[in-house]
């Protein structure tokens, strides 16, 4: 394996990763507003369950956006040319999500909460669905011309296989979501939860297994059945394990899922890392081979930055697990305090 392929690989773990994390963390952000509807309580439980993990999940972003930047910058600079507007959205959904989290607490008013609530429901649904769709349009192919620019705007990424993408996170990250808040939780919210994964199961494996075949059938490999297979086993699996009350089992089942979804967007796109679709001769690839372009950085930068990426990223991985250990346990309604918040007259003076 060379430099360039195994730095591709890596991208891939990257947001194979992000997607699986940050997958519930705006599928609890989109569902905020529903299970906790009228409940204030419920609503803090509800976001009590990512509460400790959300920003440490938002890192494999930053890793996985460093890491394609310094690999592939002629990847990261042309990708940026033609999905300015729509990595802008989700980059703002991101901070008004982020905000809304820290600073819903700080003040005891309804009308302030209100408020951080839209902030965080709409900072998970914009990103759940821009992210399908970007990368679908990366794997389709974009308008990619000689000069390394994307040639189009942001409606042009609206095409049917764009937006099915699109829907097939939005989905998918509602599904984990709600499986994860039944994982987190008891009593009153978990049965809420496991409701909602009932009305989510069938819509999300129609349309994960509809995404999933198109992919495979106008842009994957021999190898990418595996990924595709392991897909819907990985459904079939939360969704018997959910109605069984399992949700261990259920949330490893939306994880896999989720992970080998992102293995077949990867698998499809390489040795590809932006196709076009004006001549095959302008296409990124990772390593320039039959005549087009390479978007990798130079032999010497790879060489160091892999040393790091070895030294580093086990570090990172055993502390996140050690995180995800020490809040592993359930919250219910019970066990959340009166709220500290100042009052708003006392915030405006």
Known sequence: MSLPEFWFLLIAVLFTGYFVLEGFDFGVGMLLP????????????VLNTIGPVWDGNEVWLLTGGGAMFAAFPEWYASL?????????????????????????????????RNWCDIGIALGSWIPALAWG?????????????????????????????????????????????AVF???????????????IIRLLFVPTAVVVAAFGIWTQLAYGQGWTWIPLVLA?????VAGFAASQGRDGWAFTGTAVTI????????????????????????????DGRDGTVSASSTHYTLVVMSWVAVALV??????????????????????????????MQTAKS
């Open 34 to 45: 529903i299970i906790g509807r009228g409940d204030e309580v419920k609503k803090r439980v």
């Open 80 to 112: 940026f040319s033609g999905f300015y507007l729509a990595l802008l959205l989700i980059l703002v959904g991101l901070i008004a999500r982020a905000c809304a989290i820290e600073w819903r607490g700080k003040i005891n008013d309804p009308r302030w």
């Open 133 to 177: 769709l970007a990368f679908a349009n990366i794997v389709h192919g974009v308008q990619l011309n000689e000069h390394k620019r994307i040639e189009g705007n942001l409606f042009d990424l609206l095409n049917p296989y764009g937006l099915l993408g699109g829907l097939t996170t939005l989905l998918l990250f509602l599904l984990h979501g």
């Open 181 to 195: 808040i039944a994982l987190k939780t008891g009593n009153d919210v978990r049965d809420d939860a496991q409701r």
């Open 232 to 236: 819907v086993i990985g459904l079939v």
């Open 259 to 286: 992970a080998a979804a992102t293995v077949l967007l990867f698998g499809s796109l390489f040795p590809d890392v932006l196709p076009s679709t004006i001549n095959d001769a302008f296409s990124l690839t990772v």
């Open 314 to 343: 086990p570090v990172v991985l055993v502390y996140q697990a050690w995180t995800y250990w020490v809040f592993r346990k359930r919250l219910t309604m019970e066990q959340i305090p009166a709220p500290i918040g100042l009052p």
